[in-house]
């Protein structure tokens, strides 16, 4: 079982850095599969970024790569998607997901991450 707590978000102006901080609950951490995904309003949860559970295989979305970093901390059992350049459609609440099966890849499909926490809301105005 792996449990998930996401916080960071809130209201920043375009421009502006955030960073999302997802804290994990349970012994398969390290070997997990991480990953952000986010929902704006009216539309389905996309990627966003991924890293793998040996601390290697990261991915983005082409809409946040050169912007967003994720990283992932074994030890303390937390992953970091650090988000600068914000725009106004990064806005919505933001997903920490979990795929739990041995040496699983990053994935963008989110119907293979089988944990998943509350999620935090990031609102980015103009």
């Known amino acids: 079982q792996l449990q998930l707590v996401e916080s960071g978000g809130g209201l920043v102006q375009a421009g502006d850095s955030l960073r999302l901080s997802c804290a994990a609950f349970?012994?398969?951490?390290?070997?997990?599969?991480m990953a952000w995904f986010r929902q704006a309003p009216g539309k389905e949860r996309e990627f966003v970024a991924g890293?793998?559970?040996?601390?290697?295989?990261?991915d983005y979305s082409n809409f946040v790569k050169g912007r967003f970093i994720i990283a992932r901390d074994n030890a303390e059992h937390t992953v970091i998607l650090q988000m600068s350049s914000l725009k106004p459609e990064d806005t919505g609440v933001y997903y920490c997901?979990?795929?739990?099966?041995?040496?699983?890849?990053?994935?963008?499909?989110?119907?293979?991450?089988?944990?998943w926490g509350q999620g935090t809301e990031v609102i980015v105005s103009a």
């Open positions: 997901g979990a795929r739990t099966q041995l040496k699983a890849i990053v994935s963008p499909d989110r119907g293979t991450y089988g944990y």
């Open positions: 349970g012994l398969t951490f390290p070997y997990s599969t």
């Open positions: 890293i793998g559970w040996n601390d290697d295989g990261e």
